[in-house]
């Protein structure tokens, strides 16, 4: 029984771990050390060893019971897990984003020869001039004919 208490006292919540995992680990643990434990006991052991990411939130939220800290605390990690979700494939995105930037900007030199005798086609390197685009910025009105419609 001593064992059990000190495993209550110092048992937190591992990374990997689930708050459902946690949670039963500590009711398990509170119902060997003591069947009768007042509710706000439990309470504490799951407050204490519970991971620092979800704690603060938790805390937050007051919660009363033991059933309560359960709701709140598997919204909360399912919250963060959605961020965190969000955050790997915002990073993904990044990761190839960046990889295609970095490609270098040449196109390759390639030569396509047939037994017909089609003509060679060769791809250059595209210039560095800066863009510029071909279209004027006046609309011009060429050979338009204005139609007009009688009503039927």
């Known amino acids: 029984e001593h064992e059990n ?18 949670y039963g680990t500590i009711m398990e643990l509170c119902k060997k050390v003591d069947a009768a434990m007042p509710d706000s006991l439990k309470l504490q052991y799951l407050m204490t060893g519970i991971k620092d990411s979800l704690k603060l939130h938790v805390a937050l939220q007051d919660p009363k019971t ?34 295609a930037q970095s490609k270098p900007l040449t196109r390759p030199f390639i030569q396509q020869q047939s037994f017909r005798n089609f003509p060679q086609h060769t791809f250059q390197q595209p210039s560095r001039q800066p863009f510029r685009p071909n279209y004027s910025h006046t609309p011009r009105i060429e050979n338009q004919q204005t139609r007009h419609y009688a009503p039927s």
């Open 66 to 99: 033991t059933d309560v800290f359960l709701l709140i605390a598997r919204k909360v990690e399912d919250t963060l897990s959605l961020t965190t979700s969000t955050n790997e494939i915002h990073q993904a995105h990044l990761t190839i984003n960046a990889v």
């Open 5 to 22: 208490i000190l495993q209550l006292k110092w048992y937190k919540q591992t990374i990997n771990q689930s708050i459902t995992q946690y």
